[in-house]
């Protein structure tokens, strides 16, 4: 399903002390329609919602909303101390491209090769 880096998981573990987070409590992990890429994730310390899809690593957990699971599917979760741009960052093997905010991508579509769009180079971002 999807896995998480060392460094991740530890950041994760850091924000959920952090927060008081309950013990049962862990990343929940979504796409939604949305950002200059036409797909965003999104992230919040969330407990498990029903129909979830729960994937438990090095003494966290991540909850993978049901209706995005076709676009995380061999995911990475790694987590990034970049001045300019720190947090947890989405490796996706699904996605055509990516604009380079790193939030939004466009989705692989089968038989279909992506094209350059010069306005996914972050310029234009929220």
Do not use: W
């Not at 969330?46 to 995911?75: H, I, K, N, T």
């Amino acid at each position: 399903m999807i896995t998480l880096t060392e460094q991740a998981a530890t950041e994760l573990k850091a924000l959920l002390k952090a927060k008081g987070a309950a013990d049962d409590a862990g990343l929940r992990l979504g796409v939604q329609r949305g950002g200059c890429a036409g797909l965003q994730y999104t992230m919040q310390v969330a407990e498990r919602e029903e129909g979830d899809q729960v994937v438990a690593q090095d003494g966290v957990c991540v909850f993978l909303s049901p209706d995005s699971l076709e676009y995380l599917q061999g995911c990475k979760i790694d987590f990034s101390h970049d001045l300019s741009d720190a947090g947890f960052k989405i490796v996706n093997p699904n996605a055509a491209r990516s604009c380079g905010c790193g939030t939004s991508f466009e989705a692989k579509e089968e038989g279909a090769e992506p094209s350059y769009d010069p306005a996914l180079d972050g310029t234009k971002c929220s």
